[in-house]
């Protein structure tokens, strides 16, 4: 199976620390994204960061990727309640415009 | 402007049944995607299509079926339901390579 695997499953931590969780994949990516799903509902793109790129933040998002370990991590700062939700990556191998999502990493923000 | 429309949003179906999801999407997407979600495994794509006309398999396309007749809209059959396909669905349209979702039909078959 192509899908990646993300760590930690679960993550519980207190409103104003920073979460980071990770994502590691198998074949070579054109891209890597992250996307946020609250509770059932549809996913929410988040970010978006090129195999040719390293680091790029957005707003509190800080996503990093390194393709010769075939991982990638994404970094919230600050976080808050509202910032419970999972979160996947997702790649998509050069040329085939298919996404493959990862297992998710499930954030709780205590208040 | 509705972005991406998933119908029906609940069903349950038993054993052997047929049954047809439809997305459709007013963006005017190219790409389109099927997804399940099941606890612990994330989402796994089915079946995906890069214009009308076109579809192709994703990781788990054993059961389903799908047609992309028009651009606006691609559907998902399950000619013969399995307790295996109880699961969430989710529908995907794709813009500059970022997906746009539907808010998932929930599937039981009994």
């Known amino acids: 199976s192509q899908q990646g695997e993300e760590d930690p499953q679960a993550l519980s931590i207190q409103e104003g620390e920073n979460a980071t969780m990770n994502c590691s994949y198998k074949t070579s990516i054109n891209n890597l994204q992250w996307y946020r799903q609250n509770s059932g509902r549809g996913l929410v793109h988040l970010i978006l960061i090129r195999s040719n790129e390293r680091e790029k933040h957005s707003g509190r998002l800080r996503v990093t990727l390194d393709t010769s370990k075939k991982s990638s991590s994404l970094l919230i700062t600050a976080s808050r309640a509202a910032d419970t939700a999972s979160y996947f990556c997702a790649t998509d191998a050069w040329g085939t415009y298919k996404y493959i999502f990862g297992t998710g990493t499930r954030l709780k923000v205590l208040a | 402007n509705a972005g991406v429309t998933q119908t029906p949003k609940f069903r349950v179906l038993k054993t052997g049944q047929s049954m047809t999801l439809l997305c459709a999407q007013d963006?005017?997407?190219?790409?389109m995607y099927w997804y399940r979600q099941d606890p612990g495994m994330g989402l796994r794509l089915i079946h995906y299509s890069v214009g009308e006309g076109t579809t192709a398999k994703g990781e788990v396309p054993d059961g389903y079926n799908v047609s992309r007749l028009k651009k606006q809209n691609f559907l998902l059959g399950l000619e013969s339901a399995a307790p295996s396909q109880t699961s969430v669905y989710f529908c995907a349209s794709s813009y500059r390579e970022k997906l746009f979702f539907g808010s998932g039909t929930q599937l039981s078959v009994l």
């Open positions: 963006m005017n997407h190219e790409y």
